[in-house]
C-alpha cells in the first residue's frame, strides 16, 4: 500500500515525456509503475491528459523576510509559489535587513522563515564587499562566508552594481577574495553583472538631463544599463573564475551579447553556469515604455531582436536555468502615478505565472517540447545548486514533489488575484494556456486548481546541498 498514485500522466524528463504511473512513499518516489499497473495507494490522483513535472525548483526569488516583509515574506510569497506550480524555491540573500551575510543573520533568518513556509526552500548566502559607502557593519563578509557554506546555503550571491537594498557592493577585488575562500568547497559564487562605473556614470549624467517626459525618462533608464554594463561585469567576473578557478553562476543574463561571453567560457572549459529568466524571453523595452514603474528590473528587457536570440542559448545549453527573479515591491513603490521610472522599485511581481508563463512560451508559442522545462527548471537547477539527490528528478528516493500541469488550461493575470502581498504587476491582463492543476511537495497536496492549500503553510522544509 502506497501513500499516494498519480496515475495516467504523461511524465516529463529533459529527455522524452513517456506515460507511467508514480507512486510515493514516506514521502519520496517509491516506485515508477507501467500505465495501469494493479496497486493500491491510500490517496489516488488521476491525472489523464495532462504533464507530469518533478516539481518546479525555482533557483532566483527574493521573498525580502526578515526586515521587507511589507513588502513579501516567506508565507505570502510561498503560497504565491506553490500556487503556481513550484515545489522548491533558492531565496535571495539581499532584501533583507539584515542581509543574510553571517551565521548570525542565518540563525535569525531561519526562526522567522521556517515557520510559515508553503514551499521547501534553500538559500543564496550573501557576499557583501566594501566597494561603496555602506554603514561599517554590514561591510565585507569574506571571514564569515565558510561559517555560512556551513550553515547549508546553497549558494553565495554577490552585487557588481550599485542597487535598492542594504547590500554593499562587491568590488573585483572582493569577487576574487570569495572565489579563493570558498572554492575549496567547491560552493556556487552567483553575480548580478553590471559593472559599477557605467551604471554610476550613465546614471548621474541621465538623470541630471532636465525636462525629460516619463517616455523620455524611460529610455534614458534603459540606456543607464545598456548591455555593456552587463558584458564588462560578466567578462570581469568570468576572468576573476579563470583566475581562481571558483565555480561561477551568471545570475539573469538578458542579452545574447552576454550569453556569448558565457558560451565562450564554457567551452574553454570554465566551471561557469548561467541563468535567464521568463521576462527576457517573452518581453522587450516596448514592454517597459508600455507599463513603465511596474516593468523596472534591472538588468532591463532588451530589444525584440535580442530576445529572440537569447532563446537560442536556452536551447544550446549555455543558459541553463530559469529563475523568476521575483522581486516584489510594496505597491505604492511600482506606482506610475506618484513614481516615474527612476523613483519606482526594481523588480518584477512574478513567482505566480513563472511555470505557466514559461509553459506558455514554450510549448504554446514557440512549440518546443515540455521537455524543455524540466530540462531548465527541474533538472539543470538541481544539478547546479546541489539539490540533485533530493529534488530536480523522478528517481527513486528523491523527495516526491510533482506539478500536474493541464497543457490547455487558460489562464489570466490579474492583479486583485494575485496571492504575494503586493499587487501591482507588469504582467496583469496577460494571458496564456497552460497551467498547474496540483502541486506536490514530498507526498503531500500542497495547491490544487492554482490555489494554495491552508495546511501547506509552515510545511515547507529547509534543504540543503546534497553532500
Ligand atoms: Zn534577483
New binding site residues.
Partial sequence: MYDLLVKNGKIVTPDCIYEADIAVDDGVFAAFLAKGTDVEANEVIDAKGNYVFPGIIDC???LNEPGFEYREDFETGSRAAVSAGCTCLID?P?NNDPSLMNKEVFDLKMGKISKHSAVDFALWGGIVGDYDDKPDSVKNNMNDLIDLHNCGVAAFKGFTCPNGNLFPTVSMGNVRKALEILKPYNALCGF?CEEYGQVLEREKEAKAKEGRTNQEKIRDFLDSHDVWTEYVATKNVIDMARATGGRVHI??VSHPMVAQVVKDAIYEGLPITAETCPHYLGFTEDFVFEKGAPAKCTPPMRKKEDMDKLWDYVLDGTLSCI?S?H?PAADEEKDNATKDIWHAWG?LNSIQFFLPMMFDMVVHQRKLSPSLIAKVMDYNPAKVFGLYGRKGAFEIGFDGDIVIVDPEKAWKCKQEELLTKGHVSCFDGMEGKGAPVCTIIRGKVVAEDGLYKDEAIGYGEFITPVK
Fill in positions: 532566483h526569488a527574493h535571495m539581499l548580478h545570475c539573469h529563475g527573479d522581486s523588480g
